[in-house]
């Protein structure tokens, strides 16, 4: 009877204990916060068994230039924000994340050793309760399958497909006038 007693108090401990740290405001939900401990250990072990068990086996390798171009150009609209340029540095979103976004074009960052069914995974259904978005809906599965070409060959680009992951120009727009109105001429005085 003791015992059952003692197993059921254990049983219930755990959970108040944490409902009493997450009422009192005291668990780490800020993206600044430091991981809990054994956050990392069961999140990698989670997601890890489940890719092993889902991620497709296909080789990257005979992909085109021109795939690699296409996969550049999908890169800098979906990814780069997060997961920097090469040479550049980290970008703004990529400092502040929670957990931070490897640097995809850096020798701690990239994922060249990774089988691409791994890669392609991640890309496709994204990584629950990080930044790294599920692109299934956004993406098609040729672009998905281009953008993992890309990063998967990190290490070993072709000359024109390092060119399109040049930081793009930033685009601005002015219209006449619109920019700057104290510099625009003052409306013409009508008489009567
Ligand atoms: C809003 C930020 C954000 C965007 C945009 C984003 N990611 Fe991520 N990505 C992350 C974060 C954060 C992680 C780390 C997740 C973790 O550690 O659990 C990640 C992880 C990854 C990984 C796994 C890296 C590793 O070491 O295992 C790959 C590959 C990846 N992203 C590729 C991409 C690609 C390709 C795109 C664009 C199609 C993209 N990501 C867009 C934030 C982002």
Known sequence: MKFLVGFIVGLLVLPLILVLLAAGGRLPVAAVDSPMPLEGTF??????????????????TNFTPLELVSGADIYQKNCAACHGLPN??????????????????????????????????????GIRLSGMPAFEKSLTDMQMWQVTALVARADNLPPQVMDALKPQPPVIMV???????????????TRH
């Open 88 to 125: 550049q540095g980290v970008p703004p979103v990529g400092v502040g994340e929670f957990p931070r976004p490897p640097q995809l074009f850096t020798a701690v960052g990239r994922v060249s050793d990774d089988p691409a069914g791994v890669t392609y995974w991640k890309v496709k259904n």
């Open 175 to 189: 219209t006449a006038g619109a920019a700057n109105p104290a510099e625009s001429p003052a409306p013409a005085q």
């Open 43 to 60: 999140a990698a072990l989670g997601l890890n068994s489940r890719i092993k068990r889902e991620a497709p086996n296909r080789s990257v």
